[in-house]
C-alpha cells in the first residue's frame, strides 16, 4: 500500500501539474484575446454611433437656430387657417429632408402643439395621449435636445430615432421642438453586423436600464437590459461608468463572459458589449476533465502492474510466515491443549485479528478474516455466548476498555461465561487475557486463551446450592429465600413487573409435635413442602424460613385475580391432603402481600404478609388474606396465635403488645384492656398511637427505666403504675412483661404486657 501510494502520488502530481498549468496559460492567452477583440469591437461600434448620431445633432441645433423657422412660428397665430403658411412651413421641412437624407424632418409648435410634418400638418398633440410623452417630458427638462425612438406615423409607423431640439425665441422662451429622424433598423443592422464580426453582443440603454437599441431590439420596445440577464448584478457598475470604458470578468448562473460599457455623452446613452465566452471555457474544462480522465487512467494501470508483482511477492512471504506460524501454533496447542481450548492474538490499536490463526478463526465463523476486532467481538457474542452474559463479556473486552486497562496497569482480564457451538447444549468457558504493549510496530495486542471450566463451575453450583438448601425440605433456607427474593425485587426488570409475596403457616402444627413427636412433625413438615413446591413454577421462590412457616414469591402475575383463584385452590388442596403415615388432615392460613404497591423490600412485603396472615389466622384459619383494609393496623387487636394460650393462662385483665421504639409503639391489644383504659378502638388502632400515653406522666420516667433495664437482660418484669383513664382519673394497675425473641422491623425488640387492675386494693398496701 505503502508503494503504490508513493508511486501514484509522483505520477498524479507531475501530470496534475502539468495539466493544471496548460489549461491556465491556455485560458490566459484566450482571455487576452478576447479582451483585444471586445475592444475593437467597442471602438469600432462608438466611433460608428459617433458619427451617425453627430450629424443629426449638429442639423436639429441648426434648424432649431434659423431665423426664418422663428419668423414662421412667430406668425403662427395668424395664420392657422391660412393653406399657405401650412404649405410653406412642409416645403422648409421637406428641403431640410431631402438636402440630409433623413426618414423624418418634423416641427412641434409650443404655443398650439401642431405637429407640422414634411408632408404637411400631421395631427395636434393632445396631453392626455401616450404617444405624446415624449414631447411634454422634453419641454419640461433643461436639456436643450434629447433623442427618443417611437414609430412615425408619417412614415408607416416604422420605428425610428428622433433627434429633438428646443426652440428659443430672444427672450430664452422655448417656441417650439425641432428634430430629424431616421430608422432605427439601420442602427440595428451595425450592431448585427458587429455582433456578425466580433462574436459579440452589443446593446445602447438608456440611465434607467432600458435597452434603446440593439440587434435584435428597440427602444420602442421598452425592455429592461437587466431583467432576465446574468449582469443584473453589476447594474451599478454599467450604468455608473464614466466617459472612460469600464471592463470587466463575470461568471455567473453557469455563464462567463468579458464586458466592455462606454458612456456615450451626445446620446446620453451606455454602450454595453458582452463577449459570451461560456462555450469556449466550457471546451476547455472538458479538455481539463479528460486530461484529468486519463492521469487516472495511467495511475489504474500503474496500480495494476506494481499490485501483482507486490502481492506476487507478499504472496509467497506470507506462505512462508503461515508456514512457521502454523508450527509454531502446533507446538503451543500441544503444549497447552489440556489447560486451554484456544490462544487467539488480537491487535487492539489497529482493532483488527493479531495472527493469521485468529484470522482464520474468524473465517471459520463466517467473518471477513481482516473484519474489525469490535465487529468480530459482537459476531462471536451474539453467535456462542448465552445472552445473559453478551453485555458483560462485549464491555470487558471492548478496546475501549482493553485499552484504558493498559493505561490504567492492568494487564490481566479473566470472565466466566454460558458458550455453545451449536447454540443449543451450552457449557461454561473461562477467558483469561493477556495485555501487552509490541514495540515492533508500537501497538498494544491481547493474548486470549480459553478454558473448559464447565466441570469446575458446576461444582461451585453444586455446593452453592447445597449451601443455599433447607436439609429437611430441599426448599431454598431462610437466608436464601431472603437473598434471592432481595436479588429479584432489586433488579431493574422487575421495575415493570408484579409480584405476590406469601407467608404459609400450617394451622396447630404444635398439637401434632407436642401430641405424636418431632419426627411424624419433620414427616408433615416434608411432604408438606414437597405439595407446595408442586404447586409453585420454576422460576417462582419458594422457601422455609422456620418450623412450620414457608415463604413464596410468585413471580410476574397478570391480574390480582389471579392471585385469588391461586391461592383458593393452595388451601383446598392442602385441606384435601393426608399427611404423614398417620394420615393427618391439616389446613393452612395464608397471608399476601403485592408487589411493588404494597412493599418494594423484602422487610416491607413481609411485615404486610405477616399481617395479613395474622388476619387469616384469628378469622377462622385455612384460609388466605390479600393486605388491604381487612388486614390492616385496623384489627390490631388481634392475638399473635403462637402466644394466645400463654397469654390465656396468665391474663386476668389487660392484654397488650408493644415494641421498643421512643414511646412503646402499640401493636395489638384484647378488648378487656381495651375497656380498662376507655381509649376507643378507632384510636387505639391508630398506627401512631404511643403506649407511654396510657400511662399517668408522673409515671412514665419509672415506668420506661423499668422496660429499659428488662429489655437489656431479657427476662420478665414487674412494675406498678397509674393507668389513665381516657375520662381524666388514674387506674392503678400492676404490669407484668416479658420479651419474646422477635422483632418489630427488623430492629425493634417485643414485649407482651398483662395489666391487672388494682383500683380495688388500698392504697397502702401498694
Known sequence: MRTNILVCSIIFIGFFLTAVLSYRSNIGVFEKDIEQVSTLATEGIYAQIESIFSRPVSVSLTMANDHLLKTFLSSEKRSLNNPEYVAKMRQYLDAYRRKYRYDSVFLVSANTKRYYHFSGLNRTLEKNNPENTWYYSFIQDNDEYSLNIDNDEATDDSITVFVNCKIRNAHGSVMGVVGVGFKVDSLQKLLHAYDEQFNVEASLINDRGIVEVSSVTNGHENADFFTGNPLSGFRERILGSSDDPETFWYSLDGRDGYVITQYIPTLKWHLVVENDVSEIRNTFRRQLVMNLFIIVCVIVLVLFTITRLIKKYHAQIVELTVSQETEYQQLLHKATEKLYENIDEMDITRNRAGSETTRRYFEKLGMDGNVSYDEALKTIARRQIKEEFIPGYLEMFKSENILEKYRNGINNLSYDFLYSEDGKNYHWMRINAQIFFWKSDQSVRMVVYRKNIDAEKRREQGLLEETQKDPMTSL??????????????????????????????????????????????????????????????????????????????????????????????????????????????????????????????????????????????????????????????????????????????????????????????????????????????????????????????????????VISVAMESKTPFTLYFRLKHHDGHAIPVRFNGWFVSELYENRNPVFYGIYTDLSHVAATSL
Open 476 to 705: 431454598f433456607n431462610k437466608r436464601a429465600t431472603e437473598q434471592l427474593i432481595t436479588e429479584c425485587l432489586e433488579n431493574p426488570l422487575s421495575m415493570n413487573s408484579k409480584h405476590a409475596f406469601l407467608i404459609l403457616d400450617i394451622d396447630h402444627f404444635k398439637n401434632i409435635n407436642d401430641n405424636y413427636g418431632h419426627a411424624i412433625g419433620d414427616e408433615v413438615i416434608t411432604e408438606f413442602a414437597s405439595e407446595l413446591k408442586s404447586q409453585f413454577r420454576n422460576d417462582d421462590i419458594v422457601g422455609r424460613i422456620g418450623g412450620d412457616e414457608f415463604v413464596v414469591l410468585l413471580r410476574d402475575y397478570d391480574r390480582l385475580e389471579t392471585i385469588r383463584e391461586k391461592l383458593d385452590r393452595l388451601c383446598t388442596k392442602f385441606a384435601r391432603k393426608n399427611y404423614g403415615k398417620k394420615s393427618f388432615h391439616i389446613s393452612t392460613s395464608i397471608g399476601a402481600a403485592l408487589y411493588p404497591e404494597q412493599g418494594a423490600s423484602y422487610p416491607e412485603l413481609y411485615e404486610k404478609a405477616d399481617q395479613a396472615l395474622y388476619y387469616s389466622k384469628t378469622h377462622g384459619r385455612g384460609g388466605f388474606t390479600i393486605f388491604g383494609k381487612e388486614a390492616s393496623v385496623v384489627d390490631a387487636s388481634r392475638v399473635d396465635p403462637r402466644d394466645l394460650e400463654t397469654l390465656l393462662h396468665n391474663a386476668t385483665d389487660g392484654i397488650a403488645k408493644f415494641a421498643c421504639t421512643d414511646d412503646f409503639h402499640l401493636l395489638y391489644y384484647n378488648r378487656k384492656w381495651a375497656e380498662l383504659t376507655g381509649i376507643p378502638d378507632s384510636l387505639l388502632s391508630s398506627r401512631s398511637f404511643r403506649g407511654l400515653s396510657l400511662v399517668h406522666p408522673e409515671d412514665r420516667e419509672k415506668t420506661r427505666a
